[in-house]
Protein backbone atom coordinates (compact mmCIF):
# COMPACT_ATOMS: atom_id res chain seq x y z
CA UNK A 1 0.00 0.00 0.00
CA UNK A 2 2.87 2.44 0.92
CA UNK A 3 4.34 1.86 -2.62
CA UNK A 4 0.72 2.45 -4.50
CA UNK A 5 0.42 5.41 -2.24
CA UNK A 6 4.34 6.59 -3.21
CA UNK A 7 3.37 6.21 -7.16
CA UNK A 8 0.61 8.34 -7.12
CA UNK A 9 2.41 10.56 -5.30
CA UNK A 10 4.76 10.80 -8.02
CA UNK A 11 2.62 11.03 -10.92
CA UNK A 12 0.80 13.83 -9.01
CA UNK A 13 4.44 15.60 -8.64
CA UNK A 14 5.22 14.90 -12.21
CA UNK A 15 1.99 16.25 -13.39
CA UNK A 16 1.85 19.26 -11.51
CA UNK A 17 5.64 20.02 -12.86
CA UNK A 18 4.61 19.22 -16.48
CA UNK A 19 1.33 21.64 -16.25
CA UNK A 20 3.70 24.30 -14.60
CA UNK A 21 6.98 23.91 -16.90
CA UNK A 22 4.16 24.42 -19.88
CA UNK A 23 2.11 27.02 -18.39
CA UNK A 24 5.82 28.82 -17.94
CA UNK A 25 7.18 28.47 -21.16
CA UNK A 26 3.92 28.23 -23.51
CA UNK A 27 1.93 31.17 -22.01
CA UNK A 28 1.47 32.96 -24.98
CA UNK A 29 0.86 29.62 -27.27
CA UNK A 30 -2.36 28.57 -24.58
CA UNK A 31 -3.31 32.61 -24.86
CA UNK A 32 -3.44 32.39 -28.58
CA UNK A 33 -5.38 29.01 -28.07
CA UNK A 34 -7.99 30.78 -25.50
CA UNK A 35 -8.25 34.19 -28.39
CA UNK A 36 -9.26 31.93 -31.28
CA UNK A 37 -10.78 28.91 -30.05
CA UNK A 38 -14.38 29.96 -28.75
CA UNK A 39 -15.03 26.82 -27.52
CA UNK A 40 -12.12 26.78 -25.19
CA UNK A 41 -12.94 27.05 -21.34
CA UNK A 42 -10.31 27.31 -19.32
CA UNK A 43 -6.50 27.70 -19.46
CA UNK A 44 -5.75 24.12 -18.03
CA UNK A 45 -8.16 22.43 -20.13
CA UNK A 46 -5.71 23.95 -23.36
CA UNK A 47 -2.63 22.43 -21.48
CA UNK A 48 -3.86 19.22 -21.21
CA UNK A 49 -6.29 18.31 -23.36
CA UNK A 50 -5.30 20.25 -26.92
CA UNK A 51 -3.18 17.94 -29.09
CA UNK A 52 -2.15 21.17 -31.19
CA UNK A 53 -0.34 22.51 -27.86
CA UNK A 54 1.09 18.79 -27.68
CA UNK A 55 2.38 18.69 -31.04
CA UNK A 56 4.10 22.20 -30.35
CA UNK A 57 5.50 21.30 -26.64
CA UNK A 58 7.24 18.34 -28.68
CA UNK A 59 8.08 20.25 -31.55
CA UNK A 60 10.28 22.85 -29.71
CA UNK A 61 11.75 20.04 -27.44
CA UNK A 62 12.39 18.00 -30.63
CA UNK A 63 13.61 21.43 -32.27
CA UNK A 64 16.62 21.88 -29.96
CA UNK A 65 18.26 18.53 -30.58
CA UNK A 66 17.63 18.59 -34.18
CA UNK A 67 20.04 22.20 -33.68
CA UNK A 68 22.45 20.07 -32.30
CA UNK A 69 22.66 17.67 -34.40
CA UNK A 70 21.20 15.01 -32.77
CA UNK A 71 19.21 14.43 -35.79
CA UNK A 72 17.68 10.83 -34.69
CA UNK A 73 16.85 11.85 -31.45
CA UNK A 74 14.71 14.71 -32.96
CA UNK A 75 13.13 12.49 -35.00
CA UNK A 76 12.24 10.40 -32.59
CA UNK A 77 10.27 12.64 -30.38
CA UNK A 78 8.38 14.03 -33.50
CA UNK A 79 7.45 10.42 -34.34
CA UNK A 80 6.13 10.05 -30.93
CA UNK A 81 4.25 13.41 -30.86
CA UNK A 82 2.16 12.45 -34.22
CA UNK A 83 1.78 8.85 -32.97
CA UNK A 84 0.14 10.61 -29.70
CA UNK A 85 -1.51 13.24 -31.39
CA UNK A 86 -1.97 12.91 -35.56
CA UNK A 87 0.23 15.98 -35.97
CA UNK A 88 3.61 15.89 -37.56
CA UNK A 89 5.83 18.65 -37.76
CA UNK A 90 9.52 18.33 -38.74
CA UNK A 91 12.32 19.37 -36.07
CA UNK A 92 13.80 20.94 -38.68
CA UNK A 93 10.84 23.43 -39.20
CA UNK A 94 10.88 26.99 -37.76
CA UNK A 95 7.58 28.18 -36.34
CA UNK A 96 7.21 31.33 -34.51
CA UNK A 97 5.31 32.86 -31.14
CA UNK A 98 1.67 32.29 -30.18
CA UNK A 99 0.90 29.35 -32.73
CA UNK A 100 -2.03 27.37 -32.85
CA UNK A 101 -2.98 24.26 -34.45
CA UNK A 102 -7.05 24.10 -34.16
CA UNK A 103 -8.32 20.30 -33.95
CA UNK A 104 -4.85 19.64 -35.72
CA UNK A 105 -5.43 15.92 -37.23
CA UNK A 106 -3.81 15.32 -39.74
CA UNK A 107 -1.85 18.53 -40.34
CA UNK A 108 2.08 17.73 -41.94
CA UNK A 109 4.58 20.21 -41.72
CA UNK A 110 7.61 19.56 -44.02
CA UNK A 111 11.61 20.32 -42.17
CA UNK A 112 12.25 23.57 -44.45
CA UNK A 113 9.21 25.12 -43.42
CA UNK A 114 8.61 28.70 -41.69
CA UNK A 115 6.08 29.77 -40.07
CA UNK A 116 6.12 33.49 -38.46
CA UNK A 117 4.03 34.88 -35.33
CA UNK A 118 0.33 34.43 -34.97
CA UNK A 119 -0.28 31.81 -37.69
CA UNK A 120 -3.72 29.59 -37.13
CA UNK A 121 -4.00 25.98 -38.61
CA UNK A 122 -6.88 24.17 -39.27
CA UNK A 123 -7.09 19.87 -39.49
CA UNK A 124 -5.68 18.66 -42.66
CA UNK A 125 -3.24 21.42 -43.56
CA UNK A 126 -0.45 20.38 -45.52
CA UNK A 127 3.06 22.60 -45.35
CA UNK A 128 5.25 20.58 -48.03
CA UNK A 129 7.47 20.04 -50.51
CA UNK A 130 7.56 19.46 -54.31
CA UNK A 131 10.09 16.82 -55.53
CA UNK A 132 13.11 15.75 -54.17
CA UNK A 133 15.63 18.96 -54.14
CA UNK A 134 17.63 19.87 -51.48
CA UNK A 135 17.51 23.17 -49.56
CA UNK A 136 14.34 25.12 -49.15
CA UNK A 137 11.49 23.35 -50.76
CA UNK A 138 8.51 24.15 -48.21
CA UNK A 139 6.89 27.14 -47.69
CA UNK A 140 7.13 30.03 -45.55
CA UNK A 141 4.22 31.70 -43.35
CA UNK A 142 4.31 35.23 -42.80
CA UNK A 143 2.63 36.70 -39.48
CA UNK A 144 -0.78 36.24 -38.79
CA UNK A 145 -1.93 34.06 -41.66
CA UNK A 146 -4.70 31.66 -41.38
CA UNK A 147 -4.68 28.51 -43.29
CA UNK A 148 -8.29 26.50 -43.41
CA UNK A 149 -8.84 22.77 -43.17
CA UNK A 150 -7.24 21.02 -45.47
CA UNK A 151 -5.32 23.44 -47.61
CA UNK A 152 -2.27 22.06 -48.97
CA UNK A 153 0.62 24.78 -49.30
CA UNK A 154 3.20 23.13 -51.34
CA UNK A 155 6.70 23.90 -53.02
CA UNK A 156 8.96 26.67 -51.56
CA UNK A 157 6.93 29.59 -51.83
CA UNK A 158 5.77 32.41 -49.82
CA UNK A 159 2.07 33.53 -48.16
CA UNK A 160 1.99 37.06 -47.49
CA UNK A 161 1.26 38.81 -44.03
CA UNK A 162 -2.20 39.11 -43.04
CA UNK A 163 -3.36 36.12 -45.77
CA UNK A 164 -6.27 33.62 -45.20
CA UNK A 165 -5.74 30.32 -47.38
CA UNK A 166 -9.61 28.88 -47.83
CA UNK A 167 -10.35 25.13 -46.82
CA UNK A 168 -8.97 22.51 -49.55
CA UNK A 169 -7.53 24.98 -51.53
CA UNK A 170 -4.05 24.30 -53.48
CA UNK A 171 -1.61 27.05 -53.06
CA UNK A 172 1.77 26.53 -55.61
CA UNK A 173 2.50 30.61 -56.02
CA UNK A 174 3.56 33.37 -54.18
CA UNK A 175 0.79 35.28 -52.19
CA UNK A 176 0.83 38.50 -51.64
CA UNK A 177 0.40 40.12 -48.60
CA UNK A 178 -3.31 40.79 -46.93
CA UNK A 179 -4.70 38.03 -49.73
CA UNK A 180 -7.44 35.30 -49.81
CA UNK A 181 -6.85 32.21 -51.87
CA UNK A 182 -9.70 29.81 -52.59
CA UNK A 183 -9.46 27.16 -54.96
CA UNK A 184 -7.70 24.16 -56.67
CA UNK A 185 -5.29 25.70 -58.05
CA UNK A 186 -5.69 28.49 -55.42
CA UNK A 187 -6.55 32.04 -57.14
CA UNK A 188 -5.74 35.20 -55.05
CA UNK A 189 -8.53 37.62 -54.13
CA UNK A 190 -7.50 40.74 -51.75
CA UNK A 191 -9.51 41.48 -48.85
CA UNK A 192 -10.08 45.08 -49.82
CA UNK A 193 -6.74 45.52 -48.33
CA UNK A 194 -7.71 44.54 -44.77
CA UNK A 195 -6.06 42.56 -42.21
CA UNK A 196 -7.39 39.19 -41.65
CA UNK A 197 -9.29 39.26 -38.33
CA UNK A 198 -9.04 36.59 -35.70
CA UNK A 199 -12.63 36.23 -35.63
CA UNK A 200 -12.39 34.25 -38.44
CA UNK A 201 -15.68 35.29 -39.96
CA UNK A 202 -15.40 32.16 -42.76
CA UNK A 203 -18.61 32.64 -44.63
CA UNK A 204 -17.65 36.07 -45.85
CA UNK A 205 -14.56 34.88 -47.63
CA UNK A 206 -13.91 36.92 -51.27
CA UNK A 207 -14.31 34.80 -54.38
CA UNK A 208 -12.33 35.69 -57.07
CA UNK A 209 -14.59 33.60 -59.96
CA UNK A 210 -17.81 35.52 -58.21
CA UNK A 211 -15.74 38.68 -58.19
CA UNK A 212 -14.88 38.25 -62.11
CA UNK A 213 -18.37 37.68 -62.46
CA UNK A 214 -19.46 40.23 -61.01
CA UNK A 215 -18.09 42.74 -62.95
CA UNK A 216 -18.66 40.98 -65.92
CA UNK A 217 -21.93 41.55 -65.13
CA UNK A 218 -21.91 45.24 -64.41
CA UNK A 219 -20.44 45.81 -67.68
CA UNK A 220 -22.85 43.97 -69.68
CA UNK A 221 -25.39 46.20 -67.98
CA UNK A 222 -23.58 49.33 -68.94
CA UNK A 223 -23.37 48.61 -72.49
CA UNK A 224 -26.76 47.46 -72.65
CA UNK A 225 -27.78 50.72 -70.80
CA UNK A 226 -25.78 52.85 -73.60
CA UNK A 227 -26.98 50.56 -76.64
CA UNK A 228 -30.65 50.72 -75.55
Same mark, same amino acid.
Given at each position: ?81 RLFTG ?46 ? *?????? +? !??? $???? /? =?? %? *?????? +? !??? $???? /? =?? %? ?36 LDPIK ?18
Open positions: MVYVTVIILAFVVLFAVKVSLISLFFYADVRAAQKRDPAAKSFLEIILLYQGLHALVYYRIAHIFYSMHMFFAARAISQAAIEIHPGAKIGRRFFIDHGMGVVIGETAIIGDDVLLYQGVTLGGTGVV *KGKRHP +T !IED $NVVV /G =AG %A *KVLGSI +T !IGE $NSYI /G =AN %AVVIKDVPANSTVVGVPGRITKQDGKKIDISLDHAHIQNMEEIESRIDKLERKTG
